[in-house]
């Protein structure tokens, strides 16, 4: 079962390989479509940061179990971490998206 910390896991891996957008700008084309997204230098790298502090933020039960972020654990965890609450939502919906993938890799 992938879990939170195996998802933190993967987003510190990938911060040790260096700066995001430099990474992005390794892969032919991906540097214009980040462009017409939107992203600026270093909005990845940033975000991941944000994500870690959220993570960093929540007690070993909700690491174990995100489900049991209530409004009220999800608004501690925010200010915990210095972001707004839907940051908090965004990152447990990335990390079912991620869950999700894995799942039906290793499901086969």
């Known amino acids: 079962m992938f879990s939170l910390d195996d998802f933190i896991s993967q987003l510190d891996q990938v911060r040790k ?11 032919p084309g991906t540097s214009q479509l980040t462009q017409r997204m939107g992203m600026k230098d270093g909005d990845a790298d940033s ?6 502090a959220i993570y960093d933020s929540m007690n070993k039960a909700e690491r174990k179990n995100p489900y049991i972020l209530d409004d009220d654990r999800r608004q501690r965890v925010s200010r915990g971490a210095g972001v707004v609450r839907d940051e908090v939502i965004q990152f447990i919906k990335r990390y079912n998206v991620a869950r999700n993938m894995m799942g039906k890799i290793f499901d086969v």
Request: hydrophobic share 45%; proline share 0%.
């Open 17 to 27: 390989f260096g700066s995001f957008s430099k990474l992005i700008d390794m892969v």
């Open 47 to 52: 975000q991941m940061r944000r994500m870690r």
